[in-house]
C-alpha cells in the first residue's frame, strides 16, 4: 500500500505542480511514441461488471488496520456473463489489469478525495475501481458508446461520478508518478511483472497444422498465395512473416499483431491452422515418440480442446484410444465433443472421474501405456497470465498471486503436494510404460522436486519395474534458450519468444510378455505389415532346431584319435622289433603336443578326407618362425606315416623269438622295416595306381630341406 501522507506535499505550490505535470505528460508521449501500442477498446457496460465481479474475488485482501478502502460483498451474481471467448478474454484482462494497480488505484481515490466524498455503497467499490483504471488509461477522455450496447445503469452512474472529478484524479495519480520518478505508470510496478508484460506485448503465437485435413506443402503454399514471407528464427518476425518451430515440424510461429487478422482466415475458419501453446505441442511429441501399436494414452487432467484433439491426429494411425480424466461438466463435454466432430477426432473418450479417483485396475484402462500429466501449476513462466488461466481452465486465484510477480509459499506447496499426488497415482498402473509430465512453472517446488520425491517414493516396496527418467525425445536448440540439465529434465526459460515450461519423462522396461513379436502379431493381424508373417514363439523355433540339425562331430577329435592310435602301434611295433632310441621317442611324444596344441587354436576348420589337415596361424605368444616350420615338417612326416600305414601294402617280416601279444596268427618278418624322412613332390602323386609299390622319395639337393606338404585343391 502506498503511503497517502507522503503523496501529498504542503509546500508544493499549485505553479510547480502543473509544471511537473506538463514535464510529464511531455515524457509519457515520448515513451508511447516509441513503444508499439495497441488502440484502446471501447469497452461496453457489460464487461465492466463482468471486470468487478471477478476483481472483487480475486483482489488483495488487507488486515484492518491497513485497510483503507472496503469492497463489501459481492455484487448479487455468483459469476460473470460471458458471451464468447473475446467477451471474457476483455473481463479478465481488465480485471487483472485492476488488479496489478490496485494500491495505485486506492491511493488515487484517497488523495483525489473521492473515496470519502461519494455516497456509493461499498458493493460497488469493484466497479470504481476497474473503470478508474479504463479512465486514466484513456488519459481520462470519456468513453465511446456505441448506441447498440446495452445500457447498465450502475455503470453509467459511476462514470458520470468519475468524470466529474476527472482533474483531482490527474492530480492525484501525477504525485504518485512524482514520487516513484514513473514516467508511466507501469514504471510502478515491480520489475519481474514490468518485464513480463513487455514480452507478453510482443510474444509470438503458435499454430500446429491439422495433418487430418490439410499437409505442410498446402499450408506453406497458402500462406505463400496470402503474401506471408517465411525467415528462419522468430526474431526476425515483422509483418506478414511467419517462421518454422525448431522443434517441432507441423508448429509454425507468427507474430503476435496478426492474431486477430489470422482468426479470420479460411485456414483457421476450416480446423487446418489451430492455435496451441508451445510447452503442450512439446508434450505431445513426447507421447507421441514413446508411443507403440495400439497403445492406449490416459490424459489425466482436462486441458484446451486443440490441445486433445492434436495428439489424437499424432496418434489415430496407431489405433490408440486416449483416456481424459475429469471432465465433470456436461456443457464442457457437450463443447469438446463438438469440437472434435469438426475436427474429425473419434479416438478420444472422456471420463467424469478424476484422475486420482480412478482404480489402477480399472478395466478401461488396461490397454493404457503412456499417461500425459498436465497439472495445475502456478504458470510462473507465462508472459500472459490472462491467457493461461483461460486456456487451462486453471484457478482465477492465482492472478492474485501472479499480478506481483511471485507465488505464495502457502499456495506453491498446495500446488506441489497435489502434483506429486497426481504422479503417485500414476506410478500405481501397472501396465503403464511411461508419464510425461510438464509444467508452465519455473519454480523447482513444482518441478524437480516433485520428479525427484515420486522417484523415491516408489522405490519403498514397488513390485512392478521401477521407472527411471529418460530424456525427452525432442531435438534441442541453442543453450540460450533451453537448459538440458545432466539429470535429463527439459527446461525452457521464458523469452521474448516463448513461455517458459519444464517436462520430465519417466520410463520403465517392457514387460517381458509383451514384446515386439507380439506387436507385430497384432500389426500383421491388421495387414500393416504388407504380407510379413509374425516372427514364430521361441519354444517353437527351439524345437525345429532341435529337430532339423543333427549333432556334430568335432573333426579335431577324429585327426587326434588317429594320430594317437597310429603312434601307439607304432611304438609298439618299433619297441618290440625294432630297437629305437629315447630322441626318437621323445620326437614322437614331442610331434604329437605339438600337434595338439595347433589343432586345437583352428578347432572350426573342416576336414574333407581322412587325412588331417594342420594349418598354423602366427599370433602373439606363439613360438618362432624357425620352430613352426620344425612343426610343420613333423606333422607333414606323420601325416605321410599314417597314409602308409593305412593302406593295404603286404610287408614281410622275418620271424622272431620275442613274445608278441595278439589274437592273431603272428607274421613273420622278412627283414627289419628302415624308416626315412620323406616328403612329395609338388603335384606328385604319391601311390601310383598301376601298381602297389609306394613310391619313397628321398633327400634331393633342388629342393629345400623343410618343405610344406601341398595339395592339387586345398582344404577348406
Known sequence: MLNIESCIDSDTSSHSLAEQMSHLRTTDSIVRTSTCLTEKVNYPDQIFINAAKIFQGIHRKKPPDRMLVNYGGDLGLSSPDIKDEK????????????????????????????????????????????????????????????????????????????YSYKTKLAAALAKCRIKHSAPTIEYILPEVVRKQEQRASTLPFYAWINTAKTSLTE??????????????SPSDLDGYKYCMDNHCQDLLIFPSHLKEEMNNMEMFIDYKLLFQEKSHNLAVHSVKALLSMDDDIIVANPCPGF??????????????????????????????????????????????????????????LQKAKIILLLPQCSGSGVSDPVEFVLSEHGDTALLQDLSQGSVSADRLNGLAKQQLSEINHAMKFSKVLAVVYCTCSVYPEENEHVINQALQFQMEGVKEQPYRLSPPVIPLCSSVEIISASNKFYQMEPSDTCNGCFLAVLTRERDTSES?????????????????????????????KSKTVPKTITPTSVAQAKITDFLNRENNISGSKTPTSNQDQNNSQKNLNNISVFQGKNQSKQVSSPTTSITVKHTHGLPPKGKVLEWQQNAARLKLEEKIVLKPVQIMLPPVMAPYYSTQPPVQIRGPIHYYHQRWHTGARSISPKSPTLSIVGKSKETPAFTILRHPKPWH
Open 87 to 162: 467477451s471474457q478474454r476483455w473481463s479478465y484482462e481488465l480485471a487483472f489489469s485492476a488488479l496489478k494497480y490496485q494500491d495505485l488505484l486506492e491511493t488515487i481515490l484517497l488523495i483525489s478525495g473521492f473515496y470519502h466524498s461519494q455516497e456509493l455503497p461499498d458493493e460497488m467499490t469493484s466497479l470504481v475501481v476497474v473503470i478508474l483504471y479504463d479512465f486514466q488509461d484513456r488519459k481520462f477522455h470519456p468513453r465511446y458508446i456505441s448506441h447498440k450496447d446495452e445500457v447498465i445503469e450502475d455503470v453509467r452512474q459511476v462514470e458520470t461520478v468519475l
Open 219 to 232: 499450408v506453406l503454399n497458402t500462406l505463400k498465395k496470402e503474401g506471408f514471407t517465411k525467415v528462419d
Open 307 to 364: 490441445t486433445l484433439a492434436h495428439m489424437s491426429v499424432l496418434t489415430n494411425p496407431s489405433g490408440s484410444n486416449i483416456y481424459v480424466c475429469g471432465v465433470k461438466s456436461e456443457s464442457r463435454k457437450e463443447e469438446l465433443m463438438e469440437l472434435f466432430t469438426s475436427l474429425e477426432c473419434k479416438n478420444i473418450k472422456m471420463l467424469k472421474e478424476s484422475f486420482t479417483d480412478i482404480d489402477p485396475s480399472d478395466p478401461r
Open 516 to 544: 515386439v513379436r507380439n506387436v507385430l502379431a497384432r500389426a500383421a493381424a491388421k495387414g500393416l505389415l504388407g504380407g510379413i508373417e509374425a516372427p514364430k514363439t521361441p519354444k517353437r523355433e527351439k524345437k525345429k
